[in-house]
């Protein structure tokens, strides 16, 4: 069993920047893929980034450029840092992880981009 926790969600205005954490309960170097989808009102939940044990990362389009996936092994810690926020991005995000058999998801943070 995999718990995940996301933190840092919030309201920020277009053009700034947030930092998503996730925090899973066992060592995610035992979790082949870590990454972030997200879910606006009447969407259906869609990839933002993915990062595999070897470190190989995916970006949606709307991603590339602006947002960076990252994990830390030590602390067991998933990191989407997002930059240049535009509305569009405004969703719950939520955190997956992948052990090979199913997927784990986490209760999700809010994202609000809006001057």
């Known amino acids: 069993q995999v718990q995940l926790v996301e933190s840092g969600g919030g309201l920020v205005q277009p053009g700034g920047s947030l930092r998503l954490s996730c925090a899973a309960s066992?060592?995610?170097?035992?979790?082949?893929?870590m990454g972030w989808y997200r879910q606006a009102p009447g969407n259906q939940r869609d990839l933002v980034a993915t990062?595999?044990?070897?470190?190989?990362?995916n970006y949606a389009d709307s991603a590339k450029g602006r947002f960076t996936i990252s994990r830390d092994s030590v602390r067991n810690i998933v990191t989407l840092q997002m930059n240049s926020l535009k509305p569009e991005d405004t969703a719950v995000y939520y955190c997956?992880?992948?052990?090979?058999?199913?997927?784990?998801w986490g209760q999700g943070t809010q994202v609000t981009v809006s001057s």
């Open positions: 990062i595999s044990n070897g470190g190989s990362t």
């Open positions: 997956l992880a992948n052990n090979g058999y199913r997927d784990y």
């Open positions: 066992v060592r995610i170097s035992s979790i082949n893929v």
